[in-house]
């Protein structure tokens, strides 16, 4: 049995892998967490209770669904590898018998999961360990699918983490920070050393927390308070995002010209907004870019 009683140690990891016949692969990003401490870490700073519908995405061997599953929250654990995804059923009921019928697990891609596909409560939180290539969009889509996720920690890639918490002025702030900040606030919540995983990463870990919105989950399709999008839809302000930043050396009024239909109606889009048409996407909020956007129908 484990060293720490109800979760996963290193043995039990690799005992599990290879009754499995597993070997972690780079393509989907596995790389399993095996550290008791880091796993408690986790849940804490996710502030998991009782009350708590989790989704995690990537649960892998289990190591983080048991420490979810012991804070009495219910889990919808989505898995895309079919092994992994068979066998974290069996695994609760060895480790966490009290709270196995908390469990769901769904063999799905977290990038094309639909909200009609969730089983049981809404999810409230999202807790996660994503594969590094496709964090950013993994939770940009739940975002927008799910607007019930009122609060999330996801590890990722260090270099990943500091984009998606970035502020206006940082030398990383960027499309990610922008559409991120759309949702809430964003920032980074510590590091996650190497030697936690197996196999052993060749990249460093952080942990990165967000906090919806007040009011999303009662907002539209969007996902955000109509008050704050000033009328604009979460495409068109992404659009822009987008736009501004595909040439983030040039100035705004040259980088939206093909977003704005010439560079002369760009610049009288950005001086109704209230912003300067000589500045870079990147001293921008998110409060600028919607602005923006709202000015357009005006101009």
Same mark, same amino acid.
């Given at each position: 049995?484990?060293?720490?009683?109800?979760?996963?140690?290193?043995? %039990?990891?690799?005992?599990?892998?290879?009754? =499995?016949?597993?070997?972690?692969?780079?393509?989907?990003?596995?790389?399993?967490?095996?550290?008791?401490?880091?796993?408690?870490?986790?849940?804490?700073?996710?502030?998991?209770?009782?009350?708590?519908?989790?989704? %995690?995405?990537?649960?892998?061997?289990?190591?983080?669904?048991?420490?979810?599953?012991?804070?009495?929250?219910?889990? =919808? *654990?989505?898995?895309?590898?079919?092994?992994?995804?068979?066998?974290?059923?069996?695994?609760?009921?060895? !480790?966490?018998?009290?709270?196995?019928?908390?469990?769901?697990?769904?063999?799905?891609?977290?990038?094309?999961?639909?909200?009609?596909?969730?089983?049981?409560? *809404?999810?409230?939180?999202?807790?996660?360990?994503?594969?590094?290539?496709?964090?950013?969009?993994?939770?940009?889509?739940?975002?927008? %699918?799910?607007?019930?996720?009122?609060?999330?920690?996801?590890?990722?890639?260090?270099?990943?983490?500091?984009?998606?918490?970035?502020?206006?002025?940082?030398?990383?702030?960027?499309?990610?920070?922008?559409?991120?900040?759309? !949702?809430?606030?964003?920032?980074?919540?510590?590091?996650?050393?190497?030697?936690?995983?197996?196999?052993?990463?060749?990249?460093?870990?952080?942990?990165?927390?967000?906090?919806?919105?007040?009011?999303? %989950?009662?907002?539209?399709?969007?996902?955000?308070?109509?008050?704050?999008?000033?009328?604009?839809?979460?495409?068109?302000?992404?659009? =822009?995002?987008?736009?501004?930043?595909?040439?983030?050396?040039?100035?705004?009024?040259?980088?939206?010209?093909?977003?704005?239909?010439?560079?002369?109606?760009?610049?009288?889009?950005?001086?109704?907004?209230?912003?300067?048409?000589?500045?870079?996407?990147?001293?921008?909020?998110?409060?600028?870019?919607?602005?923006?956007?709202?000015?357009?129908?005006?101009?």
């Amino acid at each position: 049995m484990s060293e720490t009683p109800g979760l996963l140690g290193p043995a %039990e990891i690799r005992a599990s892998a290879a009754a =499995l016949g597993v070997r972690p692969t780079k393509k989907l990003g596995q790389n399993f967490v095996h550290d008791a401490n880091t796993v408690r870490r986790i849940v804490e700073l996710a502030r998991v209770g009782t009350s708590d519908t989790v989704l %995690e995405v990537g649960p892998g061997l289990g190591s983080l669904t048991l420490g979810l599953l012991h804070t009495g929250a219910r889990v =919808l *654990a989505v898995e895309i590898d079919h092994a992994l995804a068979g066998r974290l059923p069996a695994t609760a009921a060895a !480790y966490a018998p009290e709270a196995a019928d908390r469990l769901a697990v769904l063999e799905r891609d977290a990038l094309t999961l639909r909200a009609a596909e969730l089983p049981g409560p *809404a999810p409230t939180t999202l807790v996660a360990n994503l594969p590094y290539n496709v964090a950013v969009p993994v939770v940009l889509h739940l975002l927008a %699918e799910l607007p019930t996720l009122r609060r999330g920690l996801v590890m990722v890639q260090t270099e990943v983490a500091e984009r998606m918490a970035a502020r206006p002025g940082s030398r990383v702030y960027g499309v990610p920070s922008v559409k991120l900040a759309w !949702y809430g606030r964003v920032r980074t919540a510590g590091s996650v050393p190497r030697s936690v995983f197996w196999p052993v990463p060749n990249v460093d870990s952080s942990l990165v927390e967000f906090e919806r919105h007040p009011g999303a %989950e009662r907002a539209g399709a969007d996902g955000v308070r109509p008050d704050r999008a000033r009328g604009v839809d979460r495409d068109a302000v992404f659009g =822009l995002v987008d736009a501004a930043f595909a040439q983030r050396r040039k100035t705004l009024r040259a980088a939206l010209a093909a977003w704005a239909g010439s560079a002369e109606r760009a610049g009288a889009l950005l001086t109704a907004a209230g912003v300067d048409p000589a500045t870079r996407g990147e001293r921008l909020t998110v409060d600028d870019f919607i602005a923006i956007a709202a000015a357009a129908p005006t101009v």
